[in-house]
Structure formats: structure tokens, C-alpha cells
């Protein structure tokens, strides 16, 4: 199983921007598909973004039009810009290789917090 480390997490205020990053040790993330998610206190895990080995993207209407997934390959990693962020954004987020919140991958790293401020 992949191994995941999320970062670029952090607080915020209503309206900021954070870049979030997902990296895996020994593995080329090029050729997989990953996916963004998130998880709230009390909540289902939320599927965030997805970007596939060849390069297509999805978002998650809430975050569609202020979110942008994309890959850097030399630094071998996934990123998630969020824009114009709303409280209702505070979450951990984390990735893994999948589009689906429903997927059975078991090896989540520890996620990122992101906290949005009201």
C-alpha cells in the first residue's frame, strides 16, 4: 500500500488561501490516480478533488471554480490549491489513491489540518 504525507495545512481567515501538498515516499505519484479528501468532526469523509494518471480533473461542487488540483512531478507530489476558503472548509484533508470516499484504501497518512476561521 501507498504511503501518504499531507502538508500546507493551516489556519486561515474567510477568504485565504492554502496550498496543500501529498507526497509518497518511494513511489511516483505520476502514475497513479489521487485524490483529495476530507474529513470533519462528526461528518462522512468528503471527496475533495481527483486528478488521474492522465491528468483529468474532478472537484466537489463546493469547491469547484476556487480549487485547483495539479502534480509537480519533479518534486513528485499532488497539490490542492484552495482559494477563497469558507468555514465550512475546516477539515483534515488527506490524500490517496483514489477518486471515490467510498474506497477501501487502509494506509491514510495523519492528513493535514486546514481551519478556517469565522
Known amino acids: 500500500q501507498l504511503t501518504f504525507v499531507e502538508s500546507g495545512g493551516g489556519l486561515v481567515q474567510p477568504g485565504g488561501s492554502l496550498r496543500l501538498s501529498c507526497a509518497a515516499s518511494?513511489?511516483?505519484?505520476?502514475?497513479?490516480?489521487i485524490g483529495w479528501f476530507r474529513q470533519a468532526p462528526g461528518k462522512e469523509r468528503e471527496a475533495v478533488s481527483c486528478i488521474t494518471d492522465g491528468g483529468y480533473t474532478n472537484y466537489t461542487d463546493s469547491v469547484k471554480g476556487r480549487s485547483t488540483i495539479a502534480r509537480d512531478v519533479a518534486r513528485n507530489s499532488v497539490y490542492l490549491q484552495m482559494n477563497s476558503l469558507k468555514p465550512e472548509d475546516t477539515a483534515v484533508y488527506y490524500c490517496a489513491p483514489a477518486c471515490s470516499a467510498d474506497t477501501d484504501f487502509a494506509a491514510w497518512g495523519r492528513g493535514t489540518q486546514v481551519t478556517v476561521s469565522s
Open positions: 518511494g513511489w511516483r505519484l505520476q502514475y497513479y490516480t
